[in-house]
């Protein structure tokens, strides 16, 4: 974004600021969103003598839709006017505030929204048919005691539909890694590809890879340096809050307002992880029922006092 482009989108939200209220409707806890939050280590809040953090002030700009992804009907629905209005009173609530003039903006934020693509992982599922046949024919080879040729050519068999198989898992790999960057899963994902995935401790890694793989709606804002950007045409970076949740089941309509409201605790402050909604909810897990008895038959309660 070239700080010409900076002025006037900022300009043209110094509008948005007078036309809209800054009242946000109360947002549906229902929706499971995932937020990832990350700080420059160069940015630093300051704070006031009573320990407040000293407000900072920001222009904010319209970075449309990430290259890549698209929008859907549901998000199309959604104008640039209806994201600043519901993500200004959240930024006032974390100690950010409006510029009227452009000296004295200390922060660009640019806004982002739109939904993710699909994988399409038909030619992953195919290629694991063959390597279950080659291991099931392996298997029944050595149980029937055979040796020799036939179980050099099974083995054969097994190592080809294997390298398949690898060789999809790399594609897929390549597909939805821009999807697991943007979305903020990436670290995650890589944190947890390793041994405790193939020997069954844990499905985290499988539970990131179902996110990143199916289409989901987000929102990211990202907050620059003001005066490097306008004056130097310097982008530095000073943090990214990332936020986003599932397409299926859910629109961008109306998932928006949650989505912005479970995001705006950290913006300009570090997640240290990807927060994922579905692992903040209690679960409850019925174990196997047993028999205790009857139980005793209750006294009766003590007469009304007149």
């Keep these: 974004m070239t700080p010409n482009l900076i002025l006037r989108t900022w300009a043209a939200a110094c509008l948005l600021g007078q036309i809209f209220s800054p009242e946000t409707r109360a947002a549906d806890d229902t929706v499971s969103t995932a937020v990832f939050a990350r700080v420059s280590k160069e940015y630093q809040r300051k704070r006031l003598p009573d320990g407040s953090l000293k407000p900072e002030f920001y ?7 990430v290259a890549g992804t698209m929008r859907d009907k549901t998000a199309e629905r959604v104008t640039f006017a209806d ?6 009173p959240l930024l006032a609530q974390q100690g950010y505030r409006y510029a009227q003039l452009a000296q ?22 195919q290629s694991l048919v063959p390597a279950g046949q080659a291991v099931a024919e392996l298997q ?15 083995n054969s068999q097994l190592e080809q539909a294997l390298m398949s198989v690898e060789m999809e898992r790399l594609m897929r790999n390549q597909y939805v890694a821009p999807n697991a960057r943007l979305l903020g899963y990436i670290d995650d994902i890589n944190g947890y590809n390793d041994i405790r995935r193939l020997v069954g401790l844990g499905t985290r890694y499988d539970d990131l ?30 943090w990214v809050t990332r936020v986003s949740v599932r397409t299926p089941g859910n629109s961008f309509d109306d998932s928006v307002t949650a989505m912005l409201k ?10 240290g992880k990807l927060i994922r909604g579905e692992e903040l909810r209690g679960r409850v897990e ?16 003590p007469p009304e006092q007149k």
């Design 104 to 125: 004295e903006a200390d922060l660009m934020l640019v806004l982002h929204w739109g939904n993710t693509l699909q994988y399409n992982d038909v030619n992953y599922r």
């Design 209 to 238: 890879m179902a996110d990143v793989e199916e289409p989901r709606y987000y929102v990211i804002i990202s907050a620059y340096d003001f005066q490097e950007l306008v004056q130097h045409g310097k982008q530095k970076l000073q």
């Design 59 to 65: 222009a904010i700009g319209n970075g449309g839709v």
């Design 140 to 154: 029944r080879l050595k149980n029937a005691g055979s040796a020799g040729a036939e179980l050099d050519q099974a």
């Design 83 to 88: 994201i600043v209005r519901l993500t200004m």
């Design 286 to 301: 019925l174990g196997e029922l047993k028999y205790l008895g009857v139980a005793p038959t209750a006294p009766a309660p």
């Design 262 to 271: 479970n995001a705006s605790p950290y913006f300009g402050r570090e997640s």
